[in-house]
């Protein structure tokens, strides 16, 4: 079954604007992950938040997990138009293998 | 090397013809996986190797699919009789052990059509 689910599924934004996407999951994790994808190719992993941590910083990106409400959100600022991608979420369960959800498309217009 | 490498990168067969995917983690990466993704879709887990354990192969499909690991690196992914619900990017992925720490490396896939 699918355990991350992002929203929006796809999103259309200008240069310089800032990106949120979310993520909603059903179960207990021990870590969530957002990963970017370019042209439908291999996934590159941008950031790792753990389930005691609330939020996480890495350049322009900014996560945040809300376990109560089992969600996690992920924040571009002053997006480019390289960041046009598919994101994904993908939560760790203890179990060693990552469970993805079906990826929200932002596309970032210059 | 350096990343994660997958061979061929496209791979074009025959409805009924068998296929091998092949990849070589990073080295030193003790886990490796095998997803794959259907077009607009999320990844699909396959199949996992954790160093010598048995692997986790609660994400085959079907008996068609296989998945071997020689000597703790290169994976080879066998699907045999292929059929055209076959079709997608197969996706290989390394990781060191302590995966709270670490997330994946991908590489960057083979895509699969089967005609």
């Known amino acids: 079954s699918q355990q991350g689910e992002e929203d929006p599924q796809a999103l259309s934004i200008q240069e310089g604007e800032n990106a949120t996407m979310n993520c909603s999951y059903k179960?207990?994790?021990?870590?969530l992950q957002w990963y970017r994808q370019n042209s439908g190719r291999g996934l590159v992993h941008l950031i790792l938040i753990r389930s005691n941590e609330r939020e996480k910083h890495s350049g322009r990106l900014r996560v945040t997990l809300d376990t109560s409400k089992k969600s996690s959100s992920l924040l571009i600022t002053a997006s480019r138009a390289a960041d046009t991608a598919s994101y994904f979420c993908?939560?760790?369960?203890?179990?060693?293998?990552?469970?993805f959800g079906k990826g929200t498309m932002l596309l970032v217009s210059p | 090397g350096a990343g994660v490498s997958q061979s061929p990168s496209n791979k074009v067969t025959e409805k009924g013809k068998d296929v091998e995917l092949r990849c070589d983690p990073i080295s030193g990466h003790t886990a490796l996986y095998w997803y794959r993704q259907s077009l607009g879709q999320g990844l699909e887990f396959l199949i996992y190797f954790q160093g010598n354990s048995a692997p986790d192969k609660s994400g085959l499909p079907s008996d068609r699919f296989s998945a071997e690991r020689t000597g703790g690196s290169v994976s080879t992914l066998t699907i045999q009789r292929t059929q055209q619900e076959d079709s997608a990017v197969y996706l290989c992925?390394?990781?060191?052990?302590?995966?709270?720490?670490?997330?994946?490396?991908f590489g960057s896939g083979t895509r699969l059509t089967v005609v």
């Open positions: 993908a939560t760790d369960k203890g179990y060693s293998t990552l469970t």
């Open positions: 992925a390394s990781s060191a052990r302590d995966t709270s720490n670490y997330g994946y490396t």
């Open positions: 179960t207990s994790i021990n870590n």
